[in-house]
């Protein structure tokens, strides 16, 4: 089963284990992995990204790669980065300790909205897209999250609009979830929306 992640991307692997060693405290429910460069983490298995810490450096250096992930990215840098980054978010590394978990704690939810939200993502997670959707219900839940309506489908996908029904009425038995919005977040999640 896929676990929501928290991951961090640096050079330096002592920053790397000792931000681990901070949000596993804070985020025990969450997997945090490091890896030392963007390639090692492509090659690593597909995970359910909640946040990606980066070095500015690698982020720079790979910025075309972390272009469609902007908003679940923080920057690991130093106060006087933070005027020149100021469209993204960035934690000081240079502070004290107290000070770095006020502002982690405040970048992750931030990033998550609420801690509500952070309990029904990680309920979402717990299913496995991949053991219990359909290749065609899988698409169909792209269309769905992306404010298809059902005729639209029907016409996109060309099939009747009751088989559009059926799928979608099977989707949301197997997955449990009823509502668009919930739909719209298991999408998400599972990286579904751009089928």
């Given amino acids: 089963m896929?676990?929501?992640?928290?991951?961090?991307?640096?050079?330096?692997?002592?920053?790397c284990l000792g931000l681990k060693n901070i949000l596993n405290k804070l985020y025990p429910e969450i997997l945090i992995q490091y890896y030392n460069s963007v390639e090692s983490y492509t090659a690593s298995d597909q995970l359910i990204i909640i946040h990606c810490f980066l070095s500015i450096d690698?982020?720079?250096?790979?910025?075309?790669?972390?272009?469609?992930?902007?908003?679940?990215?923080?920057?690991?840098?130093?106060?006087?980065?933070?005027?020149?980054?100021?469209?993204?978010?960035?934690?000081?590394?240079?502070?004290?300790?107290?000070?770095l978990i006020k502002d982690i704690q405040t970048l992750f939810l931030k990033g998550i909205k609420s801690h509500k939200m952070q309990m029904e993502l990680l309920k979402l997670a717990e299913l496995s897209v991949d053991a219990t959707l359909t290749p065609r219900e899988k698409e169909i839940l792209s269309y769905i999250a992306n404010g298809y309506l059902n005729k639209e489908i029907a016409n996109k996908l060309n099939i009747s609009v009751y088989t559009v029904i059926n799928h979608r009425k099977n989707l949301t038995d197997k997955l449990g979830i009823k509502s668009i919005p919930d739909l719209i977040n298991y999408a998400n999640v599972n990286n579904l929306l751009d089928l």
């Fill in 58 to 99: 690698i982020y720079l250096k790979n910025k075309a790669y972390f272009l469609d992930r902007k908003q679940k990215i923080i920057l690991l840098g130093k106060e006087e980065d933070k005027i020149k980054y100021s469209t993204y978010n960035l934690l000081n590394i240079f502070q004290i300790k107290d000070n």
């Fill in 2 to 15: 896929r676990r929501p992640s928290i991951i961090i991307i640096d050079s330096n692997v002592l920053a």
